[in-house]
Structures are given as C-alpha cells and as structure tokens.
T-cell receptor, first 112, second 115 residues
Framework: QQQVKQSPQSLIVQKGGISIINCAYENTAFDYFPWYQQFPGKGPALLIAIRPDVSEKKEGRFTISFNKSAKQFSLHIMDSQPGDSATYFCAASRGYGQNFVFGPGTRLSVLP | GAVVSQHPSWVICKSGTSVKIECRSLDFQATTMFWYRQFPKQSLMLMATSNEGSKATYEQGVEKDKFLINHASLTLSTLTVTSAHPEDSSFYIC???????????FGSGTRLTVV
C-alpha cells in the first residue's frame, strides 16, 4: 500500500530525444505526486509536482501525466540534454506535512 | 526560494564514535522535518519524522537509541548517529516542510563513512 513502483530502472536517450519514466502507486490516500532529480552526492531537487485533480502539468521541458483511475503517473522530458543525466525519483505523499514515499529511481543517461 | 542547509556535507568517523548532522531551514520555519537514508544506487528511505518540540517518530526497524533526533527549534533539527559502525555508512538527507508555502525542501545530504 505504501509502495511506489517506478520503471525503467535505467534509461539511455539520445540528445534531443524524449525521456519517459513511469510510476504507479496503490494507496488512494496519496494526493501529491512530485518528481525529484538527484545528481551524485547531492540531495534531491524538486522538478515538478502534480495533484490528482489535474491530468497533466507542464513546466518547460518537463511534463507530468497523471491517470487517477489507473493510479499511474509519468514524467516526460522533452528535448533531453546531457545535463539531464541524473537519477529521477517519483514520490507520493498523503497530504501536506506528510513524508514522501519514493520510487526506486531511474538512472537517465542522455548521450551527446 | 526555500533553502535547507545540511551540515556537514561529508564526515568520516571511527567505529564506536558519535556523529551529529545538522539540518537548518534558512528562510522559513519548519515544524516538521524528515530524515532519510540513502544507500548507494538505492532510493531514499524514511528514517524518522521530526516535529518541533516533541519526540521524533521513527519508522519500523530504525533504532531510536542509535539515531537520536532533536528538533529544538523551528529552524533546526539534528540527527546524531551514536556508536557508529561501518554498516551505518550511508548518505543521510533531511527535508523540511515550509508551512507557509506548502513546500518541501531537501538538504544537500551528508555522506557518512564509518571506518
């Protein structure tokens, strides 16, 4: 119930391509779904987040698609750049002030 | 934007000694802070929830006597790893909840190596 599944485990994309990472959850009490980017030796940094009442949110090259009925959400990175090479974590929380449950992460490598 | 300062960024200590890690919210008050642990190439796992002025809530399997958490003010939470052993070597990350802006901000993490 508390688990957040994430795939793929690793992803290699050519520069300019689209990177797609998928997550799924079971707990319908989750109501906040952020995506974090983490570089080696650094803390996670928020990329973009969405709530269940919205099916899609776009910020620059990053888009979250949310399917409430399927309990799935995904991150799309358009025009992927080598600088996007990092580990991406999806997460979910049950409400304001609650901790996050993180997915296992996806290592993205964008080839120049 | 909200900034969380975590210190030190890395520390090496001898087995059996204690290490204190600080997490400070620099420009907002955080009644709640979370402490996570991350092993290499793994995800972040919640260790405990730290609430200002009260005892921390620990996740199952996390030894409260080993990982002492103190949240004495609205801007500072500390994690002390007592009697550290090599298996405690990990990346420790805090996050703070900005009650004013519904924001969660993560610290930059502390790499602990116990030798």
């Amino acid at each position: 119930q508390q688990q957040v599944k994430q795939s793929p485990q690793s992803l290699i994309v050519q520069k300019g391509g689209i990177s797609i990472i998928n997550c799924a959850y079971e707990n319908t009490a989750f109501d906040y779904f952020p995506w974090y980017q983490q570089f080696p030796g650094k803390g996670p940094a928020l990329l973009i987040a969405i709530r269940p009442d919205v099916s899609e949110k776009k910020e620059g090259r990053f888009t979250i698609s949310f399917n409430k009925s399927a309990k799935q959400f995904s991150l799309h990175i358009m025009d992927s750049q080598p600088g996007d090479s990092a580990t991406y974590f999806c997460a979910a929380s049950r409400g304001y002030g609650q901790n996050f449950v993180f997915g296992p992460g996806t290592r993205l490598s964008v080839l120049p | 934007g909200a900034v969380v300062s975590q210190h030190p960024s890395w520390v090496i200590c001898k087995s059996g000694t204690s290490v204190k890690i600080e997490c400070r919210s620099l420009d907002f008050q955080a009644t709640t802070m979370f402490w996570y642990r991350q092993f290499p190439k793994q995800s972040l796992m919640l260790m405990a929830t730290s609430n200002e002025g009260s005892k921390a809530t620990y996740e199952q399997g996390v030894e409260k006597d080993k990982f002492l958490i103190n949240h004495a003010s609205l801007t500072l939470s500390t994690l002390t790893v007592t009697s550290a052993h090599p298996e405690d070597s990990s990346f420790y990350i805090c996050s703070a909840v900005d009650m004013g802006n519904y924001g969660y901000t993560f610290g930059s993490g502390t790499r602990l190596t116990v030798v």
